[in-house]
């Protein structure tokens, strides 16, 4: 009988060994996770959702991940959880949305849920797009700072030296012209005036140059002060000069954007990591091996940067929070994030993985994103940033277009936007 019962657990235990998972039950069995995420990256380069199969076998989930605009992903964003409805779980974030709905308690207080060790070894800077007032909502996929970027070949052929990156803003400018060929289709400067989001952004990256903001910590407007308006006359100037690339008017998101950029018709962006990184897939770049980085050229600083890094935030309604943490928390493990910032060139959220040596080895970007990080960086976070978005957005891109001046444009933004601000500040 011994022998028997000998025989039984042997069976059993090579059946076991067999079958991963046979003696330990997985957590989240038939559980759905549902994610509401703005783009992910473009196709060939998602950043966390190529991951989702390795979550669900580990942990038994089912998730139900869908994409869509930053435009569409808000007003859905705000139809569902006004409604307090249980349907979502995760929604992508960044730090101006999660101002917006934490102010509202729509987003849930998940502080105690990091603990210290973890908080440590997570990147300040991409923290931000998942805090408010200090209190933590979520967990970031990527870490983002802008970069300046500029094609080597466009430079030589321009007779400038294609080692170098300008320094100033007079070089930048003297730099745009030289590239610039109108009849060939050539273009100095790449932006993006397609979309009020991309205009505010634009913005932001020349005012940070300027030492400028768009609000002081109590709410009081600056945007329009001597700051602003320097800033955003360099805009415009670039757009009277004839060197910024027409199709910058239909350019709205930064996939579009990378898209246009890759194809070898501009000297010069401002641009996130994955910019650098599809600039050198053969199969979709024109510019494999053409394009360098440096630091962003200042007009009253030396340099200065946009951050952009996002996340997802934890629903107040959600049905699932012990899976979603659970998945926030599997997206920012090390390996996760090792291989993420190697196949798509999006900085790692880990201290500890951004310095792995795998990583900067001969990667001039992680390098760059080093050096630009240690000069001024900001992204504009508030209750009311959508509002702003959309208030400010038109009166900029009228300024570019040349219909009003910039001082005008943003007297007249700041006119629309101070009664907005003044409801928060009363609630």
Do not use: C
């Not at 934490?102 to 931000?128: C, H, I, N, R, W």
């Not at 600083?301 to 996340?311: C, F, I, K, N, Q």
Request: aromatic share 10%; net charge positive.
């Amino acid at each position: 009988m011994v022998r028997r019962w000998l025989v039984a657990l042997t069976l059993f235990a090579l059946v076991a060994s067999l079958v991963p998972g046979a003696l330990a039950a997985k957590p989240f069995e038939g559980v759905r996770v549902v994610i509401l995420s703005a783009s992910d990256g473009a196709p060939g380069y998602k950043i966390i959702s190529p991951y989702i199969p390795q979550f669900e076998q580990e942990t038994g989930a089912k998730v139900e991940f869908t994409e869509m605009s930053q435009g569409v992903l808000h007003a859905k964003m705000a139809t569902v959880l006004a409604a307090r409805s249980a349907e979502v779980d995760l929604f992508w974030t960044w730090s101006g949305f999660t101002a917006e709905f934490a102010y509202a308690g729509l987003f849930k207080d998940m502080t105690d849920k990091v603990s210290q060790a973890e908080m440590d070894d997570l990147v300040p800077g991409a923290m931000e797009a998942v805090t408010y007032k200090n209190r933590v909502y979520g967990l970031p996929k990527f870490f983002s700072i802008r970069s300046f970027y500029y094609n080597k070949r466009m430079f030589a052929e321009a007779g400038l030296d294609p080692t170098r990156a300008p320094r100033t803003w007079d070089e930048f400018v003297d730099a745009a012209k030289k590239t610039t060929n109108a009849r060939q289709g050539r273009w100095g400067v790449l932006h993006d005036y397609g979309s009020n989001n991309s205009l505010l952004i634009n913005f932001q990256e020349h005012l940070v140059l300027t030492g400028g903001r768009l609000f002081d910590d109590k709410d009081n407007i600056l945007f329009n002060n001597e700051l602003g308006v320097e800033a955003l006359q360099r805009v415009v100037d670039l757009n009277k000069m004839g060197v910024v690339d027409p199709a910058s008017f239909g350019i709205g998101e930064g996939p579009v954007k990378r898209a246009r950029w890759i194809k070898g018709n501009n000297a010069m962006e401002w641009g996130w990591a994955a910019d650098y990184t599809m600039s050198l897939d053969p199969a979709i770049s024109s510019i494999v091996d053409q394009v360098a980085v440096g630091l962003i050229p200042g007009i009253r600083v030396r340099s200065g940067a946009l951050t952009g890094s996002e996340g997802y935030a934890l629903s107040a309604f959600g049905k699932n929070e012990k899976a979603a943490i659970d998945f926030l928390k599997f997206m920012t493990r090390a390996n996760v994030q090792k291989d993420m910032t190697l196949r798509t060139g999006w900085y790692p959220v880990r201290k500890s993985v951004f310095g792995d040596p795998d990583l900067t080895k001969g990667n001039p970007l992680m390098l760059s994103a080093k050096l630009q990080s240690q000069y001024p960086t900001y992204r504009f976070a508030a209750p009311y940033t959508n509002e702003v978005n959309d208030l400010l957005g038109p009166q900029l891109l009228a300024a570019i277009k040349g219909e009003k001046s910039a001082k005008r444009a943003l007297d007249d933004a700041a006119a629309q936007i101070r009664p907005v601000v003044e409801k928060y500040k009363t609630r």
